[in-house]
């Protein structure tokens, strides 16, 4: 390929600044806007129900028939479409869910339309929409502006490359290693120039679209330029921080300089968010800096969201923000579509509108997509399930219950179960009382002695001890048996129909043994649990079964003690020979202590009574200390009250015989009192004395000798010595 090389003039000033300002403003992409006229049924169309298709639900869809007179290609976002259809020029059709009520119409170099359905659609209806282009402001940039991305890296830092967007001629900063362009949607050119080297490239741009491409000069093709001697630009903003595009090429954000800038007349956008976009048109001249300052207009509001209830998902312009109550002291600017959804609520839908330094405060009532119901039944305690699952007992009360019609069942023993369709009603409060038709017959049983236990001998279930009253049993046959321990078991069958009242009357039984028994010597007389039964040889029925303490008993033989067992229908045979050699020694014993019964507490240290003894010892000596002690006081005061009387006797003036006479009083009284203290203690000792002689004559020797049923003779006594104090056995 042959090198050509085109050297540039240098245009004049005036030339060049017009040219520039023409194809700036040639550049600069029309925001048009489009309306909806009217929406309507069409009842002929049937589209909707004749013309299914294998990507959509046909049972679930209507149609929307768009008819426009926008020039471009017409879209539906932010919904599903299950199928697109286009008629004519101009005329859509769009199969989607009768449900929806928000739709967003856009098209290529419009504004997207969002557009609330003011009707609830029907499933295989047609629904005409005619929508209508209006026209638009010039813009400046806005969100549709697509990216394009040049990646180079300069092979030094003194490399100057030349160029730009639509045959625009300025100096491009390649120091981070790439330069952004941001046209409008369209068909751009960008042309560059590196020391005479060209690259150039056409881009069909979409709206929205990022596009990134890697520079590489080719060595082919040359073109040199002159240029001017730069200018430069100062640009600030108020607030600080806006993006800084200079002909669509990204530089910076304010406070910028821009250095090294070919003279001429450039379009300058600033863009911050939350502000309006701004944009001026500035003549850069050599050797000299060109200052811009842009005062950037609010472009928000506050917003403020809340439902009731709150902690509904919130979703704005497709987006989910989080949940009610929702605030943003700064909310963009412009009409968005929202949604808020909530568990048991129906979907809220609407359009919010926010303007510049407003405040957009919106409540929202959701509708409750459930009812609340209360069930009780009677007899209460019964067991609740809806739809199979289980509530719980009866009374049962249920908040929120979704909205449709549910299956109830309820289910208690002994009544036959209920089971009844109920429909609920958004917000309803339902309450119903339901009367359990019985499965039962009442049985009453009493018993003599009260106690025993009633049960059912086929199912072996305790119902529970007599008086039982009104026990509820199904229909059917059963076999009621009554047991009370000790007594015989009672049993009569029975049968139980609905509604049906029996009562039973159990007289039980006593469960009986026999006892014989015999004794060498025979005539000793015969104990049962201390009740005298008769003398041996003996033979002693009806005795109620048992387990019992039998003790026998003669006078000069010693006393046995023994166990027995009596059970039903048997005979226990019970023998015993009494012997003498302990009574025989505990009459001696006996005998001893009453002899020296006159000294206090010998009598009983002779039986081994020690404690006892040792008692009556401590308890005589110390009455007999106190009367020594209160006599000896007596003896004192009375020698000190003969004092003051003869002192009184040889006293010679007044004073001092109203002195020793008022000693001589109180002595008088102390003496009385001792008096009297000796007689309560000489009484006390005497006292003590008759009760320890008392007690070795009744109960000198200690216990009567008692012979176990293993053949020895046991007895318990206690004693009590420096150390210790217990209780001794002895066999």
């Known amino acids: 390929m042959q090198n050509t090389q085109v050297k540039m003039s240098k245009p004049t000033p005036t030339v060049f600044s017009a040219l520039l300002i023409i194809v700036c403003l040639t550049s600069i992409s029309l925001s048009a806007e489009f309306k909806v006229l009217d929406f309507e049924e069409d009842p002929m169309d049937m589209r909707g129900t004749i013309r299914p298709y294998n990507d959509m639900n046909a049972d679930q869809c209507a149609v929307l028939r768009v008819e426009s007179d926008v020039q471009g290609d017409l879209n539906l976002t932010d919904v599903q479409v299950y199928h697109r259809d286009t008629e004519s020029a101009g005329v859509y059709y769009f199969y989607v869910s009768f449900r929806e009520r928000h739709v967003t119409f856009t098209s290529e170099g419009y504004l997207p339309l969002t557009y609330k359905i003011p009707q609830q659609m029907s499933k295989g209806k047609v629904y005409i929409l005619r929508i209508q282009s209006i026209g638009g402001n010039q813009g400046i940039f806005n969100e549709n502006r697509a990216e394009i991305k040049l990646v180079y890296d300069p ?36 042309k560059l120039n590196s020391e005479g080297r060209v690259w150039e490239k056409s881009y069909d741009i979409k709206p929205k679209e990022k596009v990134e491409d890697l520079i590489s000069f080719l060595e082919g093709r040359s073109e040199e330029i002159s240029v001017q001697d730069p200018g430069n630009l100062f640009i600030t903003s108020d607030p600080s921080g806006a993006k800084v595009y200079l002909n669509k090429f990204e530089q910076g954000e304010t406070p910028l300089t821009v250095d090294d800038v070919l003279p001429g007349t450039y379009q300058i956008e600033v863009v911050h968010d939350l502000y309006l976009p701004s944009a001026k048109v500035v003549e850069v001249t050599s050797n000299s800096y060109a200052k811009e300052n842009f005062d950037l207009t609010p472009n928000f509001g506050r917003l403020e969201i809340n439902s009731n209830p709150s902690d509904a998902m919130l979703w704005i312009n497709g987006q989910q923000v989080g949940k009610t109550p929702f605030i943003a002291e700064r909310y963009s600017c412009g009409n968005y579509p929202i949604r808020l959804i909530r568990e048991m609520y129906y979907e809220e839908t609407d359009t919010i509108s926010i303007e510049p330094a407003g405040e957009h405060l919106v409540n929202y009532d959701l509708k409750p997509q459930f009812g609340t119901i209360r069930i009780s039944s009677n007899p209460e305690g019964a067991s609740l399930s809806i739809d199979g699952n289980t509530f719980g007992e009866t009374p049962v009360f249920i908040a929120e219950l979704p909205s449709g019609r549910h299956i109830v069942n309820i289910n208690a023993e002994n009544y036959f179960d209920y089971e009844s369709t ?172 009453r002899g020296w019964s006159p000294i206090p507490g010998v009598g009983q240290f002779k039986s081994g009574q020690n404690v006892r003894g040792s008692i009556y010892v401590c308890s005589f000596i110390g009455g007999l200390a106190m009367t020594v002690a209160s006599s000896m006081q007596y003896s004192s005061t009375e020698s000190d009250y003969n004092d003051a009387m003869t002192a009184y006797r040889a006293a010679t003036d007044q004073s001092s015989m109203d002195l020793h006479h008022t000693k001589a009083e109180e002595l008088l009284l102390d003496m009385n009192d001792a008096n009297e203290q000796v007689k309560i203690f000489s009484l006390l000792t005497f006292g003590i004395w008759a009760l320890q002689f008392t007690d070795v004559w009744v109960n000198g020797g200690g216990e009567r000798p008692v012979a176990n049923e293993f053949g020895g003779n046991l007895k318990l006594e206690p004693f009590a010595t420096a150390k210790r104090v217990g209780i001794s056995v002895h066999f």
Request: charged letters at 25%; one cysteine or more.
């Open 422 to 593: 109920i429909e609920i009603i958004d917000g309803q409060v339902f309450e119903e009382t339901y009367e359990l038709k019985p499965n039962f017959g009442l049985l009453t049983v009493s018993s003599f002695p009260k106690g025993a236990i009633v049960s059912i001998v086929e199912q072996n279930r305790d119902l529970g001890p007599t008086p039982l009253i009104d026990c509820k049993l199904p229909t059917g046959t059963y076999t009621i048996k009554v047991d009370h321990e000790l007594f015989e078991i009672w049993e009569r069958p029975i049968g139980v129909v609905i509604g049906d009242k029996q009562e039973l009357e159990a007289e039980l039984i006593r469960k009986v043994g026999r006892l014989r028994v015999k004794c060498d010597p025979p005539e000793a007389e015969v104990y049962l649990n201390d009740k005298l039964m008769g003398k041996t040889p003996n033979i002693f029925t009806n005795i109620p079964t048992g387990v019992y303490k039998i003790r026998l008993e003669k006078n000069g033989w010693d006393i046995h003690v023994g166990k027995i067992d009596i059970n039903h229908d048997e005979e226990i045979n019970y023998s015993q020979v009494l012997g003498t050699a302990g009574t025989k020694k505990w009459l001696r014993k006996r005998a001893e202590a």
């Open 155 to 190: 092979s030094s830092p003194e490399e100057a490359i030349y160029g730009g967007l639509d045959d625009m001629l300025m100096k491009i900063n390649f120091s981070k290693g790439y330069a952004v362009f941001n046209p409008s949607p369209g068909i751009h050119k960008i």
